[in-house]
């Protein structure tokens, strides 16, 4: 497809996605948020891409929201740009491929937003976090729903109604972030990370992502039944037997793509 706010490129069974708006800090307007949901669609359904990274082009990630679409419009059509500015969220969670958040500088509002709803994250040690819509009067309602997932309640919220900007260390401690580098290896160690996970069977890698997000919200006893029928069915899967008998017999595995 032909993108104008964001550019794919594959590497290998690494799908690439860059937010391609560096002047305006690679903020969410319209087109970039039919364009980064469309990308991930496309490479979801690239049967050779198995891992997806997001990252940003230029010094910035992504810096939220671009303000100047915010005036004008009816409580309908502002509930409809909203969605859209939070589809991203949706669409990651129900894809079986995992996405990855390459973050460098400012990561803030919708972009502290795209960093908790991807499925792991690899930061800059120059990256800085924040919820910050509250400090313009708004309220950053839509990053907190992944935000709450991955810090819990009480630290979910601090950020959110004090507007705080955090470093990459405490985005680490805090567990929005999966590891901190320096950010001449930011590239190199999001790629590393990407690559190892692509080394994995993709069925298994993929069929497990979905069982994680459907398990995730269901009350306890339910998330085992769930979880055990999924894992039933993956082991009837040829890249179940393919994995244990390379392993028992000390050979590469040789993994479908899916």
Not at 151 to 175: C, P, V
Request: contains cysteine; hydrophobic residues 45%; aromatic residues 6%.
């Amino acid at each position: 497809m032909n993108y104008t706010t964001v550019s794919v490129e594959r590497k290998e069974h690494v799908g690439v996605i860059t937010l391609d708006r560096s002047e305006n800090y690679n903020t969410f307007n319209v087109p970039m948020a039919k364009d980064l949901n469309n990308a991930l669609i496309e490479l979801e359904n690239d049967i050779e891409i198995r891992v997806i990274v997001v990252k940003g082009k230029g010094k910035n990630f992504c810096a939220g929201i671009d303000v100047n679409d915010l005036e004008g419009k009816t409580n309908l059509q502002y509930l409809n740009w909203v969605e859209l500015m939070e589809k991203m969220c949706i669409t990651i969670a129900n894809m079986g491929k995992p996405v990855i958040a390459s973050v460098q500088r400012i990561a803030v509002a919708n972009g502290i937003g795209l960093v908790a709803a991807a499925d792991l994250a690899v930061a800059a040690e120059n990256a800085k976090f924040g919820a910050t819509a509250v400090n313009v009067g708004l309220f950053c309602m839509g990053p907190a729903v992944p935000l709450s997932r991955c810090l819990g309640r009480k630290k979910a919220l601090e950020l959110l109604i004090t507007g705080d900007i955090i470093d990459a260390k405490e985005a680490e401690k805090i567990g929005l972030i999966n590891k901190v580098v320096p950010k001449d290896k930011l590239e190199e160690e999001t790629m590393n990370l990407a690559f190892k996970i692509a080394s994995k069977s993709p069925l298994a890698v993929q069929l497990g992502k979905k069982s994680f997000y459907k398990m995730s919200d269901l009350e306890y006893s339910k998330a085992l039944e769930l979880s055990n029928n999924h894992f039933a069915t993956l082991c009837t899967t040829e890249d179940a037997h393919e994995g244990v008998d390379a392993f028992l017999n000390k050979r590469e595995a040789k993994w479908k793509l899916r």
